[in-house]
């Protein structure tokens, strides 16, 4: 594909939350294997759900939807920075043009959030230039995706479970 060519459109996924929600953990924009499952971390090489296991005690191999339901019944919600964007691929350095999901409108509607948890630099970055919600603690926590080789998956499950539990987030 040539740099002149038009990139494709993206639309990301909808935020998957349960009535209160205290952490809400937001990527940077799905993997394209995470698009077309329609699920979030659908990439199997992605350590997000074995980092949610240890630190939460929620099964990875369970089927999508009961990972979901432990999720929301823990206080966590799931949502990305980004709404839309052009992107060839599933490389954070390639996201063009990023449109961000309303994340202030999410924090009205959810009073009871106390955290924003950034999954990775990427969302960190996208958060504080595009979506930050003054007053909402927000903390950049190391990334789950296979992209990111040079941490070990012990070293993210304790920054993930030190992340969580601060900022009166109650997160076990």
Not at 56 to 80: C, F, H, K
Not at 124 to 132: D, I, M, P
Not at 148 to 154: F, I, Q, R
């Amino acid at each position: 594909m040539s740099t002149h060519e038009p990139q494709p459109d993206l639309c990301g996924l909808a935020p998957v939350t349960g009535p209160d929600p205290r952490v809400l953990i937001l990527g940077s924009f799905p993997s394209v294997l995470s698009l077309a499952h329609r699920e979030y971390y659908g990439n199997p090489k992605n350590r997000f759900w074995a980092v949610m296991e240890q630190i939460l005690g929620v099964p990875s191999d369970l089927p999508y939807t009961e990972r979901m339901s432990a999720l929301t019944q823990n206080g966590i919600a799931l949502w990305d920075v980004v709404a839309r964007c052009e992107r060839p691929g599933s490389a954070d350095s390639r996201i063009k043009n990023p449109v961000p999901n309303d994340i202030a409108g999410f924090f009205r509607e959810h009073p009871t959030l106390r955290l924003v948890a950034l999954n990775g630099g990427t969302a960190g970055r996208l958060y504080h230039k595009l979506a930050e919600v003054p007053g909402l603690a927000a903390v950049t926590l190391p990334s789950t995706s296979p992209a990111y080789a040079a941490m070990g998956l012990e070293e993210k499950i304790r920054r993930w479970r030190q992340g969580l539990t601060g900022h009166g987030a109650c997160v076990p």
